[in-house]
């Protein structure tokens, strides 16, 4: 009979140790556990009804009127933007437009100045990629004006944004002389 409680002994004491070594753990009943979860709401809104309409003459740049977008999320955000799709026999390009091409180029700006067209940068200019806000991207590098609460990047709940975009024009066409494009602004935590 010694030899058989031995035997359990010695395969209780075996599988304690390998179950130790294998990695679980034991704990007593009535182990209360906390789980915290942290959880981050990213979103934007434009705040802006109206389509930005503009007119300008082969070869020639204008600014539009601004677009205004608000964190309607939790956390800060940095907004992204880039051009959606273009309706029309233009194309967008990020040199000088040539026939059928334009370029826009955007900025975060303050809202009641309507920045000058010398103000966008080259990095500035819009592709069909989404491009991330930064302190230089879509922000006048040298801006003069009033900068607080002005850039796309790290924007905090519940504040607004003004986004002009710059159209340069297509140097000539064929066909219509008209296009419609949609320009997309999403955030990024």
């Known amino acids: 009979m010694s030899k058989t409680i031995n035997k359990v002994l010695a395969f209780k004491l075996a599988t ?27 979103s934007v809104a434009r705040l802006s009804d109206a389509a930005l309409n503009i007119r300008v003459a082969p070869g020639a740049s204008k600014v539009t009127d601004r677009a205004i977008y608000k964190n309607d999320g939790s956390d800060a955000e940095h907004f992204t933007i880039k051009i959606a799709g273009t309706t029309g026999n233009w194309t967008p390009v990020i040199t000088l437009p040539g026939a059928n091409q334009y370029r826009l180029s955007a900025i975060w700006h303050q809202w009641d100045v309507t920045p000058a067209v010398t103000e966008f940068q080259d990095n500035d ?43 340069d024009a297509p140097a000539s066409g064929t066909g219509s002389a008209r296009a419609e494009v949609n320009v997309s602004a999403v955030v990024v935590p």
């Open 125 to 167: 200019i819009l592709t069909t990629s989404y491009d991330t806000s930064t302190n230089t991207k879509f922000f006048n590098d040298t801006e003069t004006h009033l900068t607080d609460g002005v850039k796309g990047n790290n924007v905090q709940p519940n504040e607004e944004r003004n986004l002009f975009i710059k159209l």
């Open 16 to 42: 304690a140790i390998a179950l130790l070594v294998s990695g679980f753990a034991f704990g007593a009943d009535n182990v209360s556990v906390e789980v915290i979860m942290t959880l981050q709401n990213v």
